[in-house]
């Protein structure tokens, strides 16, 4: 098990931030570049940049379980992660959610039969003032979704 | 064209797409940068000119910025960080990624300057990773500020040396707390930790610290530029300048609205359009979800200052204004708050890690109408064995509201437990079913 060439090139430029000594400060960006290849974490991927960064495995486990937007399953193609927080809830996004699981046929944390996408509940994204909001992948962030813009939403992802 | 409102002076000016250099560079971008390098002025100055200027910490806790930059020992010989918390995650909050993505210039100058004033060595900016398009474009400006000579080895051809860089967060609320956000740049889980040692003792790998929050560092050159008195003279004694509020929820125009401090809320709701469809305003929580739920009637008196929130009974917070109308069902508000402590309490101290799951139980139970009358002192009790009793603020942060939306809105969760229903009927269109009640239409 290894990462792409291109990827160890990016977690070394993340390395490079940290003093020499320090380099177990990489592991978020480390992780985050693994899983971008990967699509998940599996705890091979997961060993390989301890290996990689010289940390005890277990360090590595502990910061992939504790911060929440680490894959530790496989997800469908596209994960959808919609905020249903307080202010995002009072601008329509519980209503969003709803939608989002009749249209999808699933619950949130499950993904449709032909693996096309998984549907989370997230925490504030810190863009409350647009709601509702969806992020893909955890890169790409959706804003003011009404019915027809996450329609047009999820006819665009193939 | 973006319009923060015409008090704004951090967001003068800001039409989304002039985020770059040279655009920074017109707008007076850099200038108190290269004055002080110019002209050798002694940190001690500068410390001195932001206590003057009363800017107060634009994170939460409100703590004054010149005085938290007086505590660095700028003679340890060695390292010593600056960090900036972007690591917004407090629901209602929304500013900063708007700094970091339209006016990202002003963040890297505050920070640089705040480097010089600390005679620090490296500073990093802990960015939510949830927007990581801002995150991108954040790091294209800083590689900008590193290409012209503001960052870097030597800067601006003085003896004065200063690294920068990003760090993403990624989904952890409580790295927002600073000494949980240090563990997490340090590689661990960001679990906070005791204080004392406060960061300016034993801060990013035990060295020197200082944090603040990214408006805080972007009001900086503006008060460097335009003097202290001058920002003082914005906001009102002991509360200088603007802040950028984040009005959200049931708000015709929900958005970010930079006003001087000291700005009746009244006006400021107008500013966002008013009450959604012109309804009539029920609550509001002035300072983001963390702090106290006031009624109408208290928000309509107050001023947006830390001072006057403080005295109507809640805090400024991060300045996230979560506005509410008459038909929001106060019990599934607080259910979705109560929910949002559970999902994020680290679970390093009991009190939160249990307590907090309690807390959205019981909620839960009541808005699903399986509640009893002892769940309001059950919920009144839980609250008090939180709050003072964690390392951390997030305990009291679970504990506050569910105290005061009992406090202000009793009568909604007695009919709740009552009538298994809420107040009136139909309360909220916008709202959405709770997972239970989908549950039970199924069956």
Known sequence: MTLSASSLEKIDREVAKYPPDQKQSAVMS???????????????????????LGMPPVQVYEVATFYTMYNLKPTGKYKLTLCTCLPCGLQGSLAAGD????????????????????????????????????LVNNKKMHDSMTNEKLDELLRSLK | MLDYGPDAILMKGIDGRNWRLKDYETRDGYKALKKIIQEKIKPEDLINDLKKSALRGRGGAGFPTGLKWSFMPRQFPGAKYVVCNSDEGEPGTCKDRDLLRYNPHSVIEGMIIAGYAMQASAGYNYIHGEIWETYELYQEALAEAYAAGYVGKNILGSDFSYEMYTHPGY????????????????????????????????????????????????????????????????????????????????VNRPGNYEVKLGTPFAKLLEMAGGVFKGNKLKAVIPGGSSMPVLPADTMMKTDMDYDSIAKAGSMLGSGAVIVMDERTCMVRALERLSYFYFEESCGQCTPCREGTGWLYRIVNRIENGQGRMEDLALLDNVSDNIAGRTICALGDAAALPVKSFIKHFRDEFVHHIQHKRCLHENMEPLWGRTQKEKLREAA
């Not at chain 1, 290849?37 to 990689?52: C, I, P, R």
């Open chain 1, 30 to 52: 480390a992780l985050i570049v693994a899983q971008d290849e990967k699509g998940w974490l599996s705890n091979e991927t997961m060993d390989f940049v301890a290996g990689y």
């Open chain 2, 171 to 250: 989904g952890a609320y409580i790295c927002g707390e600073e000494t949980a956000l240090l563990e997490s740049l340090e590689g661990k889980k960001g679990m906070p930790r005791f204080k004392p040692p406060f960061p300016a003792s034993y801060g990013l790998y035990g060295k020197p610290t200082t944090i603040n929050n990214t408006e805080t560092f972007a009001a900086v050159p503006w008060i460097l530029r335009n003097g202290a008195d001058a920002f003082l003279a914005l906001g009102k004694p002991n509360n200088g300048g603007t802040k950028i509020f984040s009005v959200t929820g049931h």
């Open chain 1, 99 to 134: 939608y989002l699981r009749e249209k999808l046929g699933i619950d949130f944390n499950e993904t449709t039969p032909d693996g096309r996408f998984t549907l989370k509940e997230g925490e504030c994204m810190g863009a409350c003032a647009m709601a509702p909001v969806v």
